[in-house]
Nanobody
Framework: QVQLVESGGGLVQAGGSLRLSCTASGMPADINAMSWYRQALGKEREWVAYSFSNGNTMYVDSVKGRFTISRDNAKNILFLQMNNLKPEDTGRYYC?????????????????WGQGTQVTISS
């Protein structure tokens, strides 16, 4: 069973840093992409950063130059290093895995989500 567990959120002042982690278990060998999303109160969930299986990364414009997505493939952990945080970065941050089907493991392809970790930035 695929499980994603986020950690590392908290309350920090503007200009500070946080490092989010997403520990994955039950993962198949074929992963299309891992990503971070966030959802502010009263707003829709938006993508923040992607890490593709070919090593490419992608960031939403609002976090470019401040956030870095990375993976420890050996430990199945996805990270999001967040620097120079702003109040508008406040929200619940979710880890997502986009997986290919794996019949051996009984895993259906598609998106799998964690429960999220809260990030609050004070001005």
């Amino acid at each position: 069973q695929v499980q994603l567990v986020e950690s590392g959120g908290g309350l920090v002042q503007a200009g500070g840093s946080l490092r989010l982690s997403c520990t994955a278990s039950g993962m198949p060998a074929d992963i299309n992409a891992m990503s971070w999303y966030r959802q502010a109160l009263g707003k829709e969930r938006e993508w923040v950063a992607y890490s593709f299986s070919n090593g490419n990364t992608m960031y939403v414009d609002s976090v470019k130059g401040r956030f870095t997505i990375s993976r420890d493939n050996a430990k199945n952990i996805l990270f999001l290093q967040m620097n120079n945080l702003k109040p508008e970065d406040t929200g619940r941050y979710y880890c997502k895995a986009n997986l290919r089907p794996d019949t051996t493991m009984g895993i259906a392809g598609g998106d799998y989500w964690g429960q999220g970790t809260q990030v609050t930035i004070s001005s």
